[in-house]
T-cell receptor, first 110, second 117 residues
Framework: AQSVTQLGSHVSVSEGALVLLRCNYS??????LFWYVQYPNQGLQLLLK??????LVKGINGFEAEFKKSETSFHLTKPSAHMSDAAEYFC????????FGQGTTLQVKP | DAGVIQSPRHEVTEMGQEVTLRCKPI?????LFWYRQTMMRGLELLIY????????DSGMPEDRFSAKMPNASFSTLKIQPSEPRDSAVYFC???????????????FGQGTRLTVV
């Protein structure tokens, strides 16, 4: 069965600093991996997805993620945090049904 | 398209009452998912449908929960009787297969915040 683990339920960075949100997956077959973002009182929206075409995936709002099979990781990064990036971020894996990690709340300090 | 539409946005009900949550997926999408979000358990997949047929309901917590999809444009999630521990945000999402459906993103509704008192 597939699963994802997000390391760190809360991450705090200063505005302009690097954002790194960690995700490790477990899957018995090649997975499809996703990052979603959730703003307060809203549904989830897709940031980016990995579908085996390229290991470095670029998404919206300057985010990107790198698929590393040897590390079973799919960490999300952004070079420079903006206040508007404050939200909850979810890593998800799909091999037939979409399973989410526990989420990481990103706080951006001015 | 207006996106995935859920109703109501908020529901407050008394323990023991029946609760029905509604979802209209994006037109043309033939996969529909129901998720429950709580602080303790995060986002849990309850059930999903393909072409109106339930494919996997292993996430449905108890027999008090039931879901139907009578046609391609409408689904319901019913809780009868409701209990305080059912309080959560319930999300509906839909997607369409592009080759393998597993690599297709799911589009989420705004959610229904259910409070059972």
């Amino acid at each position: 069965a597939q699963s994802v683990t997000q390391l760190g339920s809360h991450v705090s960075v200063s505005e302009g600093a690097l954002v790194l949100l960690r995700c490790n997956y477990s899957s018995s077959v090649p997975p499809y991996l996703f990052w979603y973002v959730q703003y307060p009182n809203q549904g989830l929206q897709l940031l980016l997805k990995y579908t085996s075409a390229a290991t470095l995936v670029k998404g919206i709002n300057g985010f990107e993620a790198e698929f590393k099979k040897s590390e079973t990781s799919f960490h999300l990064t952004k070079p420079s945090a903006h206040m508007s990036d404050a939200a909850e971020y979810f890593c998800a894996v799909s091999t037939g049904k979409l399973i989410f990690g526990q989420g990481t709340t990103l706080q951006v300090k001015p | 398209d207006a996106g995935v539409i859920q109703s109501p946005r908020h529901e407050v009900t008394e323990m023991g009452q029946e609760v029905t949550l509604r979802c209209k997926p994006i037109s043309g999408h033939d996969y529909l998912f129901w998720y429950r979000q709580t602080m303790m358990r995060g986002l849990e997949l309850l059930i999903y449908f393909n072409n109106n047929v339930p494919i996997d309901d292993s996430g449905m917590p108890e027999d008090r929960f039931s879901a139907k999809m009578p046609n391609a444009s409408f689904s319901t999630l019913k809780i009868q009787p409701s209990e305080p521990r059912d309080s959560a945000v319930y999300f509906c999402a839909s997607s369409f297969p592009a080759g393998q459906w597993a690599n297709t993103e799911a589009f989420f509704g705004q959610g229904t915040r259910l409070t059972v008192v």
